[in-house]
């Protein structure tokens, strides 16, 4: 079954544009025959992925093709705010990577920051709000050896700093910067997984490099549960931006044993299943599902 053929038609032709598993000539194709393209752009910015989507059609050569032609002006803007959001927030996230660094703090970047830098084709094409790191280490200690390089919690109450020690909780840190991008350090995750996760992740992670600073990356498997986790329980109505989230941390797993066993581990057997059945990207589901239960280690391609 497609779960797209249930999407009205502007949404189906946005979900296979930007999700599907399609040749450039076939995403084409259903841009170009699209005949009310600000129709297709309003529903772009409900699903918070106009950014992707006016890349999409700039790449594909249709701005100044049939409907779209119009919001050639309007298409570029958002691409030209996009690109300058996301500039400031690499930077305001590069510096805390680089005190973390400094102080001898391990971190694995994970969800946006990590999707927008290594899966999606542009980092300015994937919006988010803060930045997320997983961390190692004790709370006020961390805080501790940020304040030297400038960088502060989002609140200076007690109350807050005690919950996040006592019970592995998130702190919320900004460079002293007007505007600087929050960047949210986990010690744990989710209340429902494990202590551990945290740990476990840290522990699989690879040196890597992330704006420039090494960096941990997370496993393939471990992030994929964390991004599917993030969809499932993160909001009653996630924007499209989360399912595409999903759908590109899927292509990174080759080891499909490897999330279902770890799946179970943390408690959540089924979270990146149901995340996958539920994806309205038309010509992935039934693929990413078959994978995932017959744990199938076929790489998928990339865009």
């Known amino acids: 079954m497609d779960p797209g053929a249930a999407l009205p038609p502007l949404k189906r032709a946005l979900a296979v544009a930007l999700m599907g598993d399609i040749s450039e000539e076939a995403r084409r194709a259903v841009l170009a025959g699209v005949t009310d393209a600000d129709a297709v752009r309003i529903a772009a910015e409900e699903e918070d992925v106009l950014p992707?989507?006016?890349?999409?059609?700039?790449?594909?050569?249709?701005?100044?093709?049939?409907?779209?032609?119009?919001?050639?002006?309007?298409?570029?803007?958002?691409?030209?705010?996009?690109?300058?959001?996301?500039?400031?927030?690499?930077?305001?996230?590069?510096?805390?990577?680089?005190?973390?660094?400094?102080?001898?703090?391990?971190?694995?970047?994970?969800?946006g920051i990590w999707l927008a830098e290594r899966l999606y084709p542009?980092?300015?094409?994937?919006?988010?709000?803060?930045?997320?790191?997983?961390?190692?280490g004790e709370p006020r200690t961390i805080l501790?050896?940020?304040a030297g390089?400038?960088?502060?919690?989002?609140?200076?109450?007690?109350?807050?700093?005690?919950?996040?020690?006592?019970?592995?909780?998130?702190?919320?840190?900004?460079?002293?910067?007007?505007g600087a991008s929050a960047i949210d350090l986990h010690f744990r995750l989710y209340?429902?997984?494990?202590?551990?996760?945290?740990?476990?992740?840290?522990?699989?992670?690879?040196?890597?490099?992330?704006?420039?600073?090494?960096?941990?990356?997370?496993?393939?498997?471990d992030h994929l549960i964390v991004v599917a986790h993030h969809l499932i329980l993160g909001t009653a109505k996630p924007p499209w931006r989360w399912w595409l989230d999903v759908d590109l941390a899927a292509r990174a797993v080759t080891d499909w044993h490897t999330v279902a066993s770890r799946s179970i581990g943390w408690g959540n057997p089924a979270i990146v299943l149901i995340a996958l059945c539920?994806?309205?990207?038309?010509?992935?589901?039934?693929?990413?599902?078959?994978?995932?239960?017959?744990?199938?280690g076929e790489r998928w391609p990339r865009r």
């Open 122 to 136: 542009e980092p300015w094409c994937r919006r988010m709000g803060d930045a997320d790191l997983v961390v190692a």
């Open 191 to 221: 209340p429902d997984m494990p202590l551990t996760a945290a740990a476990e992740i840290i522990a699989r992670a690879e040196p890597d490099a992330c704006l420039g600073v090494e960096v941990l990356a997370p496993a393939p498997a």
């Open 52 to 111: 992707l989507l006016a890349w999409r059609i700039e790449r594909l050569g249709l701005l100044d093709a049939g409907s779209w032609r119009p919001l050639r002006h309007r298409l570029q803007i958002a691409m030209a705010v996009a690109r300058a959001e996301a500039d400031w927030r690499r930077r305001c996230v590069s510096h805390v990577l680089g005190a973390l660094r400094t102080a001898g703090i391990a971190a694995v970047p994970i969800k």
């Open 278 to 296: 539920l994806s309205p990207s038309p010509g992935r589901t039934n693929s990413s599902t078959h994978r995932y239960r017959t744990g199938s």
């Open 149 to 178: 390089h400038g960088i502060g919690p989002k609140s200076d109450d007690p109350a807050i700093l005690a919950h996040a020690c006592s019970e592995g909780d998130e702190i919320t840190v900004y460079a002293r910067w007007p």
């Open 144 to 146: 501790d050896r940020l």
